[in-house]
């Protein structure tokens, strides 16, 4: 009697991504041959099972199954497989350059699929779905990637990869030259500001000037509860020093008079 081949695969709906890997399994015979579009792909053998990650969309794959006693043969009915794409996925981001600064805020943002699973460090940064990823906590030679998952459940790696140099923030200091923050009016107060390399003065919020390598700012002209403050910049990172508040306090009005008229 003829054998009677049946096939089956290991995927349950015969729906893969391409360089998906599959495997198929023919039964009823001694021997199998597996086509591929009706082309053999081998002689027969003992073996049941031929494995691929190199199918296409629409390929369809059959067995021959034979009989050794016999050399009777059988051929399975086809099993036609759907390969969906796989996405290209793009990954960009806000940072100007791999050189960023301490605490600085960058977004990535993934591009050409439905979701997205990005990585730091080839790490999830959290549940798939996010899209854009903004963070403010990254790290000298911290890297970051993105999948892509396609509406059909394929998924790629972002060919782009950013890695970075973290530069830390300035120690900006402002020093003046009284013992304290309580003046009287035209007092002469010089600031000196440190830890950067350039520098802009901030008065009540307002800059006193344009940043520049100028570390002083020379003043007789504040009033009461004005604020300063400093603003240092190194390595192209910039930060502030601590505010100082001023009690200015008014001179008085004084007169002189004689018992003489």
């Known amino acids: 009697p003829a054998p009677v081949v049946t096939l089956t695969s290991n995927d349950f709906d015969n729906i893969i991504c391409t360089q998906d890997s599959i495997t198929f399994t023919g039964s009823g015979a001694q021997q199998y041959r597996f086509l591929k579009n009706n082309i053999p792909i081998s002689g027969f053998t003992l073996n049941p099972n031929y494995s691929t990650a ?3 969309n629409g390929d369809v794959i059959k067995v021959i199954g034979k009989y050794t006693s016999t050399g009777c043969v059988d051929t399975s009915a086809a099993l036609t497989i759907q390969v969906n794409p796989l996405p290209i996925v793009t990954l960009a981001t806000t ?20 979701t997205y699973q990005f990585l730091l460090n080839h790490v999830p940064t959290g549940a798939p779905g996010i899209n854009p990823y903004t963070t403010n906590a990254l790290s000298t030679f911290d ?15 972002s060919p782009q990869s950013y890695g970075f140099v973290v530069n830390s923030l300035p120690n900006v200091t402002l020093t003046f030259n009284d013992i304290d923050t309580s003046i009287c009016q035209g007092t002469q107060v010089n600031f000196n500001a440190g830890g950067g390399v350039l520098y802009q003065f901030y008065l009540n919020g307002v800059p006193t000037g344009p940043l520049s390598a100028t570390n002083t700012y020379n003043t007789n002209a504040l009033a009461n509860n004005d604020q300063l403050f400093a603003k240092g910049v190194f390595n192209g990172c910039e930060n502030y020093s601590d505010t100082v508040l001023f009690e200015v306090l008014p001179v008085p009005n004084t007169t002189l008079i004689s018992n003489d008229l």
């Open 54 to 56: 190199n199918l296409v």
């Open 95 to 114: 940072a100007a350059s791999n050189v960023i600064c301490d605490n600085e805020s960058v977004t990535f943002t993934g591009g050409g699929a439905n």
């Open 143 to 157: 890297t970051v990637q993105v999948i892509g998952i396609s509406a059909a459940g394929c998924s790629a790696l």
